[in-house]
């Protein structure tokens, strides 16, 4: 991930200067407008759950927080929004852990490694466990920002190309879209894809025009980009259950009275909850629509990659040992 290391230190000053502030005083009910920001499109379902869950704060807030909403990447891309709100900016943005391990809790990371957690019961046990929770305030501290809810669950992600890939070989040499994420690019690298970072609006034009062969994305954020208009076969590796959904500025976050806190935090919970739900309700109905489209589903062998992405686990030095026992633990409740 690339950042500017001044913004990022000037954005943590500022943050802790806002929190240092407000230590001491009582969380009072004030007014507070929101700019919650993301890349993907207006017709999403993530962005229109959160609409959803934004218009319940508001109303149960009385409309002491309210929202204003910025889709389609108005207020640049993931990083610079989360860089935003580092700063002290009132910005809640639509992220995910592997994003936000770059700044300054590398052991998120692991949440989104190839095939981590079975399903999304486990994964949403895993989103507000205890080991889970003290990476959120580690993040809150050294970073200025709030984890609100990282459950929007929006499906698993499977590739779509010019081809089928239903082993890893068929993989290698291939000019595939990856995020600048040290996971993405960890997971992808073993498999011998050239990775190429596209941001998340110019994909569509990429794969148009030949720039890339191939991306990756859960089935609901195919029907909304558009991508299976332009290249027509999807493979059902369902190698990410990423852990998406929204921070935002810790300074914001505390300046809320402690009600008002809590009404955003359920809300986006349960909006998170909602589109997981969604999402699994829609994947068939989606599938039948892309057929009809033209567009050819391939099986992959599951196993086959998940041995060639094993090499993951082993790749982060920062990592402690033992932290993927943990990890699967906390998913499993055992």
């Not at 960890?186 to 994909?203: D, M, Q, S, W």
């Not at 990423?242 to 009275?257: D, K, N």
């Amino acid at each position: 991930m690339s950042y500017s290391l001044t913004r990022r230190t000037m954005g943590k000053l500022l943050a802790a200067t806002s929190v240092v502030a407000l230590m001491g005083m009582p969380a009072i009910a004030q007014e507070v407008t929101i700019r919650l920001a993301t890349v993907n499109s207006p017709t999403s379902e993530s962005f229109l759950k959160a609409e959803e869950a934004a218009a319940r704060v508001t109303e149960r807030t009385e409309g002491r927080v309210q929202f204003q909403m910025f889709p389609s990447a108005q207020l640049g891309s993931t990083t610079d929004s989360i860089e935003q709100a580092s700063q002290g900016q009132p910005v809640m943005t639509f992220t995910s852990a592997s994003f936000l391990a770059g700044f300054g809790v590398p052991e998120l990371a692991i949440v989104e490694g190839p095939f981590i957690v079975e399903n999304t019961d486990e994964a949403e046990r895993l989103a507000f466990s205890e080991i889970m929770n003290g990476f959120y305030d580690q993040l809150a501290e050294t970073a200025g920002i709030r984890a609100v809810a990282l459950n929007w669950f929006d499906g698993p992600r499977h590739m779509i190309g010019t081809a089928g890939y239903t082993d890893p070989v068929s993989l290698e040499g291939v000019r595939m879209r990856v995020p600048p994420v040290e996971t993405w690019i960890k997971t992808f690298e073993p498999l011998g894809v050239i990775p190429t970072t596209v941001e998340a609006a110019e994909v569509y034009s990429a794969l148009s025009q030949g720039v890339v062969a191939a991306a990756e994305s859960p089935l609901t954020g195919l029907r909304a980009s558009g991508w299976q208009e332009v290249v027509k076969h999807i493979t059902l590796t369902g190698h990410f259950n990423l852990f998406t959904g929204w921070v935002m500025s810790e300074a914001t976050y505390q300046a809320l009275s402690d009600e008002d806190r809590a009404i955003l935090m359920e809300e986006f919970r349960t909006g998170g909850q909602e589109l997981t739900a969604l999402s699994a309700d829609l994947e068939n109905e989606i599938r039948t629509e892309f057929e009809a489209q033209g567009v050819t589903f391939h099986e992959a062998d599951v196993e086959a990659y998940r041995e060639k992405t094993a090499s993951f686990y082993t790749s982060f030095p920062a990592w402690p040992d033992g932290l993927y026992d943990q990890i699967r633990a906390a998913a499993t409740g055992e």
